[in-house]
């Protein structure tokens, strides 16, 4: 069974960097959309973007300038990375297996990790 | 504001059907498969109905899910307290080359 696992700061200061390392166990890798989707309090979900194993990306325009998501094999993780962070980047932060089959579907998703953005 | 339009909220009593929409365009919906979640309180989403209608192993018949055009819908039979959770629709869009997501159905067991 696969498990997903994130882990980071809960608080980041304005301006700088969020970082966040999702841990894969139970299974491999290879062959999936590694992704992150971001839930601001009280409102819906959202694409960050994905890692394909391969090591291409796909993210999500309105963050593109500021994120970049890579992946290490080796260690079965892969992390996000979302520069000059500001108030509305206060979120929870999952991870989640993206899989394509007749379409791109996220499952399993891991439990989350509040990431507050304040000085 | 979310691509994809879902109605905030959503009720019915134990035992009754509920259907929860998801409306969006031809760059999405009209394109793609869509996919269901179930947001739990307190908990991650969890995937619920994928490629339109199919459910994963787990998941009761109770959940059923449809396609047609630019629209989808998630009907929900024989209503238990349990269903009381949040409901996402979810795609991807060829405008933005990526998944998106409806904003949520916030379903209440009477």
Known sequence: ?119 | QSVLTQPPSASGTPGQRVTISCSGGSSNIGRNPVNWYQQLPGAAPKLLIYTNDQRPSGVPDRFSGSKSGTSASLAISGLQSEDEADYFCATEDANLHGPVFGGGTELTVL
């Open chain 1, 1 to 119: 069974q696969v498990q997903l696992q994130e882990s980071g700061p809960g608080l980041v200061k304005p301006s700088e960097t969020l970082s966040l390392i999702c841990t894969v166990s139970g299974g491999s890798l290879t062959g999936f959309h590694w992704s992150w989707i971001r839930q601001s309090p009280g409102k819906g979900l959202e694409s960050v973007g994905y890692v394909y194993s391969s090591g291409s990306t796909n993210y999500n325009p309105s963050l593109r300038s500021r994120v970049t998501i890579s992946i290490d094999a080796s260690k079965h993780q892969f992390s996000l990375r979302l520069n000059s962070v500001t108030a509305a980047d206060t979120a929870i932060y999952y991870c989640a297996r993206g899989q394509y089959y007749f379409g791109l579907r996220f499952d399993p998703w891991g439990q989350g990790t509040l990431v507050t953005v304040s000085s």
